[in-house]
């Protein structure tokens, strides 16, 4: 069975770090470029980073750029999210989504079932 | 930056068609992909690619876009179709998420 899931979350201070992991499992996980997707309570779906499947290619959005990083270990078939300088802004469930076609064009066809990271002092 | 305004709640009866709308500037040269999400779970893709259905998905669901308007189409709405709705596209390097479409089956 095709699967992703997400784990790391919790509860973090303002200014603390967290690192979420995406763990792959039934796919060619070396095959496919991978995404961290976003959603605050109650509220939409937020794209936060991508990465292509060797880890040349990345991309952030710019409410992230600069605080979290986006890696793999296709070695291991896991997905990280490094997240620095968290706000209170950041909380927010974390989903980690399969790229379904080409790098930077695709839809997400494949979805982890999230993880909640909540930054509060 | 670029925008994806959709309509914050469309109903729908039983039975009938459901349209959700999806606007952005020149939106017809873009690919656009629906994701729907039911409370407490994860979103699912459901059109991509403007009018793709990804294996699974009931042929209920269509899709169109063209000029400054996409359109996810949901025939026959069921119960089960009630959930959140979510237009998507890549804009450069950045991918964008319209706010969502809550579809109430009456």
């Known amino acids: 069975e095709v699967q992703l899931v997400d784990s790391g979350g919790g509860l973090v201070k303002p200014g603390g770090s967290l690192r979420l992991s995406c763990a792959a499992s039934?796919?060619?996980?070396?095959?496919?470029?991978m995404n961290w997707v976003r959603q605050a309570p109650g509220k939409g779906l937020e794209w936060v980073s991508s990465?292509?499947?060797?880890?040349?290619?990345?991309y952030y959005a710019d409410s992230v750029r600069g605080r979290f990083t986006i890696s793999r270990d296709n070695a291991k078939n896991s997905l990280f999210l490094q997240m620095n300088s968290l706000r209170v802004e950041d909380t927010a469930v974390y989903y980690c989504?399969?790229?379904?076609?080409?790098?930077?064009?695709?839809?997400?066809?494949?979805w982890g079932h999230g993880t909640m990271v909540t930054v509060s002092s | 930056s670029y925008e994806l305004t959709q309509p914050l709640s469309v109903s729908v009866a039983l039975g009938q068609t459901a349209m959700i709308t999806c606007g952005g500037n020149?939106?017809?040269?873009?690919?656009v992909h629906w994701y729907h999400q039911r409370p407490g779970q994860a979103p699912v893709l459901v059109i991509y690619?403007?009018?793709y259905r990804p294996s699974g998905i009931p042929e209920r669901f269509s899709g169109a876009n063209s000029g400054n308007t996409a359109t996810l189409t949901i025939n026959g709405a069921q119960a089960g179709d009630e959930a959140d709705y979510y237009c998507?596209?890549?804009?450069?390097?950045?991918?964008?998420f319209g706010g969502g479409t809550k579809l109430s089956v009456l």
């Open positions: 989504a399969r790229d379904l076609l080409a790098f930077g064009s695709s839809p997400f066809d494949i």
């Open positions: 990465i292509s499947s060797s880890s040349f290619n990345i």
């Open positions: 690619r403007d009018t």
């Open positions: 020149n939106i017809g040269g873009k690919n």
């Open positions: 039934g796919f060619a996980f070396d095959s496919y470029s």
């Open positions: 998507q596209v890549w804009d450069s390097t950045t991918a964008v």
